[in-house]
């Protein structure tokens, strides 16, 4: 039996934080081999959007639908801060059956930090190493939240050539992103252009 092609989908998605609706209205498709980069100002939800598109927050409105295997990158490694690099990232390759991970880590330029504790890692050198988790999950959507912060031009330009080997490969990436992005074929859309109107607000404040 062949596994089924992914897809990610919102309809009609709406979001709060705290008493603040952040957006609503909000729906889109993303079939596989999509790349769909969402802009916005910090604050403006787009952390918000991703949380719940990976289902770590419950949406004020509307559905998420997705098919197949989700992998999310924010600004949490997941890795135990107080063991090796190698040690850390061994534990969860073993979890997700990952082939080949010497050579995702070789192209991660992560060999050589392999018996530096994770909490001593750089900014960047974090970053790489939540990739790498991403990577060996084998997932077929990507969830990634500002995925270039941190990185030096050579690593923002390995993200986004894996990323298009990802598409490429029929997997969906959605990424979150103030920076500009150069991805063949991808669609965007800013989260202020579904902030919500003043009668949404004024609805919003007579149910609460």
Known sequence: MQPSLPTLAADNLACRRGDRLLFRRLSFRL?????????????AGKTTLIRALAGLTTPYAGAVMREGALALLDERTGLDPDLPLGRALA?????????????????????????????????????????????????GVWLLDEPLSGLDTDSQGLVMELVREHCADGGIALIASHQPLDLPGMTSFAIEDFAPALEDLAEQDEDA
């Open 31 to 43: 079939e596989a081999g999509a790349a769909c980069h969402v802009t916005g100002a910090n604050g």
């Open 91 to 139: 534990f969860w390759f073993g979890l997700d059956t990952a082939p080949d991970t010497g050579t995702m880590i070789a192209r991660l330029r992560l060999d050589a930090l392999a018996e530096v504790p994770v909490r001593y890692l750089s900014t960047g050198q974090k970053k790489r190493a939540a990739l790498a988790r991403v990577l060996g999950q084998g997932a």
